[in-house]
C-alpha cells in the first residue's frame, strides 16, 4: 500500500504556521494532520475553521482533519467548506455515526473513522464498508508528545487483519501518537500505511526529521 506521511501542525511554531507547513510538504509530507479539539471531548482546546482556511490559501497538502470534538455531525459542513480533504471523527463522540459517514460523503470528502486507545475494534466493524481509512489513537487523544502505548502494535496488526479479511484491504491504516523514527518501523510493519507524526517531526529542524520518516518509510 501506499505510505503516508501525515505531520500532525499541533507540534508546528504557530506563529510561523505557513513557514512550518511549507517546510515539511517540501521535504516530501504528502498529508497535513490537523487536529481539532472542542474542550469537551478532550480537555485541550487546539485550532478551528480560520486556521484551516488561512493554511488552505498557502497549502496544497492533503488536509487530514482529525476531529476530537463530540457529536461531529455539528460541525461537518463547515470543516468541509473551510478546506478539510479527509475528516476523521471519533466514534465515541457522535450520537449517530452513520448520519455523520453520510455527511462527509455527501460533500465528497473522504472519511476516517477512530477509536480511543481503551476502544476495541469492533466499534469501527458495523462501518468499515463505508470508511476510507481507520484511525487506531496510539496515545490518549488530546495532547502531543506523548509516549506511543506498547500494545498499540497488536491492535493495528488486528486491524490490519480485520480489514483483510472483511473485504476492505484498500482502507487505509493511520496510527496517531508518540511514533517516533525508533518505533516506525514497528507501527509500519504491524500493517499501518498512513502514519502521524506531531514532536517527532516539528521539534526541531522539520525538513530534516521529514526526510528522515521518509526514509525509513519509503526504504
Ligand atoms: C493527539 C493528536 C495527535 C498529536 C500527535 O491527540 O491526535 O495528532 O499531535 O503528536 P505526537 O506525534 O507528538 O504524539
Ligand atoms: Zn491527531
Known amino acids: 500500500m501506499n505510505k503516508i506521511l501525515a505531520p500532525s501542525i499541533l507540534s508546528a511554531d504557530f506563529a510561523h504556521l505557513a513557514r ?34 488561512s493554511l488552505r490559501r498557502v497549502s496544497d497538502a492533503v488536509f487530514d482533519v482529525h476531529l476530537m470534538v463530540t457529536d461531529p455531525l455539528r460541525y461537518i459542513d463547515r470543516f468541509a467548506d473551510a478546506g478539510a480533504d479527509i475528516i476523521t471523527f471519533h466514534q465515541e463522540a457522535c450520537f449517530d455515526c452513520d448520519l455523520v459517514i453520510d455527511r462527509i460523503r455527501k460533500r465528497g470528502k473522504k472519511c476516517g473513522m ?9 466499534a469501527l466493524f458495523p462501518y468499515l464498508d463505508r470508511l476510507d481509512m481507520v484511525l487506531l489513537m496510539s496515545v490518549e487523544p488530546g495532547f502531543g508528545g506523548q509516549s506511543y ?16 479479511e ?9 496510527v496517531d501518537g508518540g511514533i517516533k523514527t525508533g ?8 500493517g499501518a500505511n498512513v ?25
Open 20 to 53: 512550518d507547513v511549507e517546510a515539511v510538504t517540501k521535504a516530501g509530507a504528502q498529508y497535513l494532520h490537523i487536529d481539532v479539539m472542542d474542550g469537551i471531548f478532550v480537555p485541550s482546546i487546539s485550532i478551528g475553521f480560520p486556521v484551516i482556511e
Open 114 to 122: 477512530t477509536i480511543r486507545p481503551h476502544t476495541g475494534i469492533e
Open 149 to 164: 502505548i506498547p500494545s498499540s502494535t497488536e491492535k493495528i496488526r488486528a486491524m490490519r487483519k480485520a480489514l483483510d
Open 166 to 174: 472483511r473485504g476492505f484491504p484498500e482502507t487505509d491504516l493511520e
Open 183 to 190: 518505533n516506525l518501523k514497528e507501527v509500519l510493519s504491524a
Open 195 to 219: 502514519i502521524v507524526a506531531g514532536s517527532a517531526v516539528f521539534g526541531e529542524d522539520p525538513a530534516k526529521k521529514t526526510g528522515e520518516f521518509l526514509e525509513i518509510m519509503n526504504g
